[in-house]
Structure formats: C-alpha cells, structure tokens
C-alpha cells in the first residue's frame, strides 16, 4: 500500500509564502505524474500544478508566476513553492501520485490534505 504524507499547510497574511511537501512511501516501483489540487468550500477541485517524472510541468492559470512545483525522485517527494499569496489561494490543497507498484499496474493516490488560509 502507498501513502502519501503532506506537510507545509498554515495561516498566512496576503503576499506571504508557504511550501507544502508531499512524500510518497509504500510498495513504489516508479512514480510518474505527480501534482496538487485544491478545494474552496463549495467549489470542485482543480488542478493546481503538476509535474512529469521528467521534470515537465503544467500550472492552473490563477497561480502561474506565483507557484513552483518541483520533486526529489530520491525521496519521492512533490513540492509547490506557493508565494505572492492571495486570500483567493484558501482552500485544502490535496497532493496526487500516479505511481506503479510491482505489478506495473499505475494507481492514483491522494494525500490526507492540509488547509491553506491566506488573509487579506
């Protein structure tokens, strides 16, 4: 079984910054696609960032030139550098691997979640 552990979320005032962390551990074979979502209250979730076991990344419009989304395949670790933060970012930010296990077989697998709050 995998999991997916995420750290970093918080309080913070408008135009400050924070760095959520995700690891994966588990049964890992390989990881491929890793990225963030997030979820307002009352809205749908939505891609934020992601990222290609090459290193290719994608952004949601709202956050390009804000976010940073980064990995360390030695630790199987996803990062989202999160900067020039607006009350508009709130919301739970969600961690997602798409990562095979020894039966080559790719599953998606989600983090617990961790609650980001910006005030204006």
């Known amino acids: 079984q995998v999991q997916l552990v995420e750290s970093g979320g918080g309080l913070v005032q408008a135009g400050g910054s924070l760095r959520l962390s995700c690891a994966a551990s588990?049964?890992?074979?390989?990881?491929?696609?890793m990225g963030w979502y997030r979820q307002a209250p009352g809205k749908q979730r939505e891609l934020v960032a992601a990222?290609?076991?090459?290193?290719?990344?994608n952004y949601a419009d709202s956050v390009k030139g804000r976010f940073t989304i980064s990995r360390d395949n030695a630790k199987n670790t996803v990062y989202l550098q999160m900067n020039s933060l607006k009350p508009e970012d709130t919301a739970v930010y969600y961690c997602?691997?798409?990562?095979?296990?020894?039966?080559?077989?790719?599953?998606?697998?989600w983090g617990q979640g961790t609650q980001v709050t910006v005030s204006s």
């Open positions: 997602n691997a798409n990562i095979q296990g020894r039966d080559y077989y790719t599953r998606g697998y």
């Open positions: 990222i290609t076991s090459g290193g290719s990344t």
């Open positions: 588990g049964t890992i074979f390989r990881i491929n696609t």
